[in-house]
């Protein structure tokens, strides 16, 4: 007898555990139906500010899968339906179409959660004014869009200066705004140790970004047209003919809440390893409303990153499709740039590393991307700690020009497998000048490390 999959959320979790489940079971074995409450389905969120910034033609170029695609796939797509109820113990949903508004239930043998994350948007006055713009959804950059498209200035104000505000930052600097970064923290990129945050603050006032921190927002104040005029902080106010805010996001777990399932500190769902919410054995979560297993820490954390929940979803997929997966947790990597400085972390931070009990050494090394004397050469600074006995990699942050970033995979790498900064100062790793210095600059900080660890240990 066929069994029922029931997902809710339409993108990168909900899609991947849907389409790995159907390569693993056909129609007559499995029925899948998909809730989605927008009017997309796999779309990139990640190619929103590349879209807003021009380098991206138009958004059809973020959706990986139609809808059409995925109904080809024998996998029953409703859009613009919204699951407004799980009923845990009668194993079935209750949904409601946003145009007739006509609510339904409907059973599942297998039920998946992957209804992402929620943008913070703090209750200010004039936080819904026109040209007030979140960037969570192809919608949100649509109207982003048009909002620049219209705008009579060019006075664009960032609130936040996550991975995102950043992104965003650099997208209208490249449609010729004047763009001012307002941030809580001292530094930007709060991911990263203030010390590591301060080189992309400089980096960015350098390509005439106005960065400032330690601002709290109070206002958005309106003109007489209703429009956004100024961001309002404690100390200051910043003219605006357009706001973005990229101030963070938190689990989208009411309906999880409701329904009595496990949560976590941060609001996630709790998972095993093989992606089942715990003590619930046929119902399952990934992606943005999930909390993982920090590997280098042993602590549950919320990661909402892109490249976990396409992972999850295959995971859950491939497990609801009679095959056996896990996922075994994170590190904390990620990248971004800011025009040309490409931004990177991985493991520990020195505040994460106190808060977990251990005790550290640090170093910090100045190199290049490329060998010194090779064309275009530019600066690229690493910062790696290490524990203070056993020498084991604790994390690692990266700051620099064209092939820094991705470097910090390396220390990723490392980390997972649990290295010791002296076996890192030994891995054969790729060397041609137009590529690195003989010595990468990640290894030189590694062995910078060793030495830090015999002097300290
Ligand atoms: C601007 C931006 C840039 C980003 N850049 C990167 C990057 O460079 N690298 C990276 O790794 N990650 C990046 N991310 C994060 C990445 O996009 C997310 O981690 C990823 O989309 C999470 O996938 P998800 O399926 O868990 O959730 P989502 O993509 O949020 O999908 C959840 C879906 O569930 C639907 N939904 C929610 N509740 C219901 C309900 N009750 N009923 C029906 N449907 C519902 C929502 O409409 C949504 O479509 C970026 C995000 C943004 C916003």
């Known amino acids: 007898m066929s069994e029922r999959l029931v997902v809710i959320g339409g993108d990168a979790t909900g899609m991947s555990a849907a389409s790995q489940a159907r390569r693993m079971k056909d129609a007559s074995a499995l029925e899948i139906v998909v809730f989605e409450r927008g009017r997309f389905t796999s779309y990139s969120a990640c190619g929103i500010p590349y879209w807003v910034g021009g380098q991206v033609a138009d958004r059809d170029a973020l959706i990986a899968r139609t809808p059409e695609e995925h109904r080809s796939r024998d996998i029953d797509l409703r859009l613009h339906t919204e699951v407004v109820e799980i009923d845990v113990d009668g194993a079935r949903v209750r949904y409601r179409d946003r145009e007739s508004g006509a609510p339904a239930w409907l059973s599942y043998d297998h039920l998946v959660i992957a209804t992402g994350a929620r943008p913070l948007r703090p209750s200010l006055p004039g936080i819904d004014a026109n040209g007030v713009h979140g960037v969570q959804a192809l919608d949100d950059g649509q109207a982003l869009l048009e909002t620049l498209e219209q705008a009579r200035g060019n006075r664009a104000v960032v609130v936040g200066a996550g991975y995102i505000g950043v992104e965003m930052a650099e997208a209208l600097i490249r449609r010729g705004y004047d763009v001012t970064m307002v941030n ?6 709060s991911t990263l140790d203030p010390d590591m945050g301060a080189l992309v603050r400089d980096a960015m006032c350098g390509m005439g970004i106005k960065v400032v921190g330690d601002a709290d927002v109070s206002e958005i104040r309106t003109g007489d047209d209703g429009r956004v005029a100024a961001v309002v902080t404690d100390t200051a106010e910043y003219p605006a003919d357009v706001v973005v805010l990229g101030i963070g996001v938190r689990p989208e777990t009411d309906l999880a809440r409701a329904a009595g399932l496990p949560l976590g500190q941060r609001g996630g769902l709790r998972t095993d390893l093989a992606m089942r919410v ?3 054995e046929n119902v399952w979560a990934g992606g943005d409303c999930v909390e993982v297993l920090d590997l280098v820490s042993g602590r549950e954390r919320h990661i909402p990153l892109g490249t976990h929940a396409n992972k999850h979803g295959q995971i859950i997929g491939a ?5 056996y997966a896990v996922f075994p947790g994170v590190v904390g990597t990620a990248v971004s740039k800011v025009c040309e400085l490409e931004v990177a972390r991985t493991g520990l931070r020195e505040k994460d590393a106190r808060a977990a009990g251990l005790q550290y050494v640090t170093v910090t090394v100045e190199s290049t991307n ?7 050469a530019a600066p690229m600074t690493v910062k790696m700690l290490a524990e ?12 620099g020009q064209e092939g820094a970033g991705k470097r910090v995979d390396i220390a990723a790498v490392a980390l997972t497998a649990r290295m010791t900064v002296e076996q890192m100062t030994m891995l054969d790793l790729g060397y041609a000048p137009p590529f690195s210095p003989v010595w990468d600059p990640v290894l030189v900080a590694a062995r910078k490390a060793v030495t830090a660890v015999r002097e300290r240990g």
């Open 184 to 189: 809580r923290g001292a530094e930007p990129m």
């Open 278 to 280: 715990r003590g619930h």
């Open 319 to 323: 497990n609801i499709g009679g095959g």
């Open 370 to 376: 490329r060998a010194g004397y090779y064309p275009d």
């Open 388 to 399: 203070r006995f056993t020498g084991r990699l604790l994390g690692a942050q990266i700051v």
